[in-house]
């Protein structure tokens, strides 16, 4: 039976020309196509996210120095690995070949595993290239970062993107109907080339390889279990009461409470529900009914059904005569589609956090203006977003309670 091979793995590049991305390190008066021009290799860390090419570079680097090549996974292996690696290592340095050591997700190592790379790359036996996705500055240690040179690798932009989609469907036989389609697959990566390709390839398994929006829709979804617990009457009861306290009535809310509590329910179940219901249907109208509902569901637990399901009915009453606002909620539910729909933007490297010089160094933080320092500690005309999507509003507070004081204030900060 054949060994099946990932579609991600089949299509991995193996020459720089056919390297998508990264152009800010590659080319040839960049840093590390400076080095393979001059043919003095050094050891690196590639810092960056999932799918920008980490792996596939190291490999390329290491085939056009002309050097052996070994592979370790911080996750998988450990110092008996890397002892074999050395062995390797000083067959092929006594045949004057030097060796490559690709250590994926180095960030894993501990103290001492990562210290005992440091007399091997001082004594030049191997070549060190780490590949993480976390920030060096934290999760390496400082004697083996000060002999690293860091590269920060990008995720990938939605034209490097389409040129991976297009070698995919290319090499899987598969069609797309419109443009949307494939506008779905690249929103959908992320930026990760290999979940791109692992999209690519989950559709190719469909018989028709000719797609359009809807299949790439039913792909891509997720798939939502159901939850029934107790059965469809009672979740209509507890609609019923959600919609009671919704809607200003506190009759209502405590006789649809009431018949789940003789109908068996769990209260806990109804403090659960007055917890969505004070953060959905209340929101900053009266934020103190979140915290009352989470002391009558302390209380319950605390002191039981009788004493407790008082409580829940007391902070029911409070939650249907509270001013009602939806605001947060819709708010919410925006910025959620904003997120999933405009991919992983970048954070603007004045909202970045230069916590350590390496970063400094990166420019992190640079520009950002200190609200405190600021009259009214209100910065007038900083950006918080990234820059593909300029400034958007989502709350619009409504005039029902705390709100009329936030709409008023909202207003005054947002006409400056």
């Known amino acids: 039976m054949p060994t099946y091979k990932p579609l991600a793995e089949i299509l991995r590049p193996s020459s720089l020309a056919d390297f998508v991305g990264q152009r800010h390190l590659l080319d040839d ?83 001492a595993q990562q210290d005992a790379f440091l007399p091997h790359i001082e004594s030049g036996l191997i070549t060190l290239i780490g590949a993480t996705t976390e920030n ?17 690798l990008n995720k990938l932009n939605d034209d490097e993107l389409s040129i991976v989609a297009s070698r995919a469907l290319e090499s899987q036989s598969v069609n797309l109907e419109d443009d949307g389609s494939l506008s779905q697959i690249i929103a959908a990566s992320g930026g990760d080339a290999r979940r791109l390709i692992n999209i690519i390839e989950q559709l190719s398994q469909k018989l028709d390889k000719t797609l359009n929006q809807n299949d790439v829709t039913k792909t891509l979804q997720e798939k939502i279990g159901t939850f029934d617990k107790g059965g469809d009457i009672f979740y209509q009861q507890l609609s019923a009461f959600h919609k009671s306290v919704r809607g200003s009535s506190p009759d209502g809310a405590l006789y649809w409470m009431a018949r789940m509590l003789v109908s068996g329910c769990d209260p806990k179940v109804i403090a659960r529900r007055l917890l969505a219901i004070a953060s959905e249907d209340i929101g900053n109208a009266d934020p103190r009914a979140l915290q009352i509902t989470l002391n009558a569901w302390d209380v319950y637990e605390r002191l039981g059904d009788k004493e407790g399901n008082r409580a829940i009915a007391q902070a029911a009453v409070f939650c249907a005569c509270a001013p009602k606002s939806n605001a947060v909620y819709k708010a919410f539910n925006q910025a959620m589609e904003d997120a999933r729909s405009s991919g992983d933007l970048e954070v603007p490297i004045h909202l970045c956090n230069a916590s350590t010089k390496l970063m400094k160094e990166l420019g992190y933080g640079k520009g950002y203006r200190y609200a405190h320092n600021e009259p009214g500690a209100f910065s007038k005309g900083q950006s918080y977003f990234p820059k593909e999507m300029g400034e958007q509003v989502y709350y619009e507070p409504t005039d029902r309670g705390l709100e009329i004081k936030i709409r008023e204030k909202l207003k005054e900060l947002r006409s400056t």
Request: proline share 4%; charged share 20%; hydrophobic share 35%.
């Open 29 to 111: 008066d960049k840093p590390i196509g400076k080095t393979l021009v001059d043919g003095k290799l050094h050891s690196m860390i590639l810092w960056g996210p999932p799918g920008s090419g980490k792996t596939t570079l190291a490999r390329i680097v290491c085939n056009q120095m002309g050097a052996h090549f070994e592979q370790m996974s911080a996750v998988l292996d450990g110092i008996k690995e890397l002892r074999n690696v050395l062995d390797h290592a000083q067959r092929y340095q006594q045949n004057n070949k030097s060796t490559v050591l690709f250590v994926d997700e180095i960030h894993r190592f501990n103290k």
């Open 136 to 152: 060096p500055s934290f999760e390496i240690n400082s004697s083996l970062l000060s002999r690293l040179r860091v590269y920060v």
